[in-house]
């Protein structure tokens, strides 16, 4: 069912079953370690809506199960051939080839829950010691173990992993003090629901009636996302909009259609009408923090991983394609590492991660500015501009093969320096962007 290298005698300790968390779950058992995931909800429920892996991350899924996992993910994932960009009055600008799959590297997008559930039980069913209902309290450490406390009891393993998200109550001890979140000045309302009334209105019919498409309209400060997806059957579309609301962060707060229409008052009446005829939508209120000034605690043996180290722009297009290499790269620095040295491989996971993570991150910086701030004018006669980045050196990257191969020079270049000064913010033209 999945290959496992030789036992590490590591106890890893993981909170959180999103994304990240279920990655480094079963990394960390194809490498040899044991595992245990505390995950605060009491039952599994097909959550979100559309989120999107690229290949660089597609490359770590394919592996799993011989390739049953990526088997399972292709039929619920979209189909399209182009992406075709319009200005939001409905000019045309320009249609974005998709390359084709790669079995080795497979770009997947579907639904959220949909994809969250296959990974879940792919864990369960290789025996990954999934706990449900169990919300973590504490995080606690001491030198040579850590652990989390949970239902009145301390739990203790050679490392923990915090993958819990945006709010993440690990954080707290890697800090050692409470990171508040601030707005990004953007919310998105979201919908995703069965295409039936597309289909039957004729201005919305042509993007539902020959499979899959993916559509973008853009416009000043606000831009609209459409895709069909499962033959044109389902639907999904996100709308990222100015909004300076001081709310707390969440995925699920209802949204008024009312609302959203407001947002793309004078746009093409085909973004109109998807609007119009979506049954319900909700609004999330777009979170965004500084880089952390670490993912890792004193004793490096607790760390972040995914959101809880680094909440990405939805415009990157890479948070959980980015949430799953550290849980693939963490797993194998621990696996090169051995018992012996837990807190250097954690260092180590640290210093391969936060450069290519914070590249990323910037990418989706860049390509909102590109499309809330066109210059339309100047888009005609180089439409070019606007497609999405599908460079190398994020996409084309194998991080698995690449710890393996820079861990021994990174491990070198960390000895004798002290945890607190492993990560310094460095300028963009010196971070690692080998392929
Ligand atoms: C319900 C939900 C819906 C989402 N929908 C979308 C979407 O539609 N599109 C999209 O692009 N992204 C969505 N995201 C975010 C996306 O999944 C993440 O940005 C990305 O995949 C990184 O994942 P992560 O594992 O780091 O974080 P998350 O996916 O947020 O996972 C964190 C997990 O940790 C658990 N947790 C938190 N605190 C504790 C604790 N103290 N003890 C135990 N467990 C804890 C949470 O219940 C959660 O399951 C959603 C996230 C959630 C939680």
Redesign the pocket.
Known sequence: MEQRAAETGIKVII???????LTAAIECYRKGHDVVV????PELKP??????FGRNAGRIVARWGNGSVVEQIYPISIQNKELKFFKYDGDFIIAQQVPPQNPVAPFLNGH?GEIHEILFNHAKKIGIDIRLG????EYVEEPGRAGVR?NGETIWGDVVVG???????ARELVLGYVDKPKSSGYAIY?AWFDSEPLLKDPMTKHLVENGDTHTGWLGPEVHFLAASLKGGEDFSWVCTHKDDADIEES??FPGKIEDALKVIDGWDPIVRRIVELTPECVDWKLVYRDPLPTWISKEARTCL????AH??L?TSIQ??SQ?MEDGCVLAACLQIGGKENVPTAVRAYQKIRYGRVRRAQLLGEETRDTWHKADFDKIKDDPEKIKLKREDWLFAFDCEANTYEVYEGVVKELAGTPTADVVQLLPIESINVAA
């Open positions: 909170v959180g079953a999103g994304f990240a968390g505390f995950e605060s909800f959550l979100g809506d559309i989120i999107s959220r169990c919300r973590v309290l949970v993958s819990d998200g945006v709010r993440s109550k979201r995925w699920s991983v995914g959101d809880a909440p990405f939805p948070g959980a949430a």
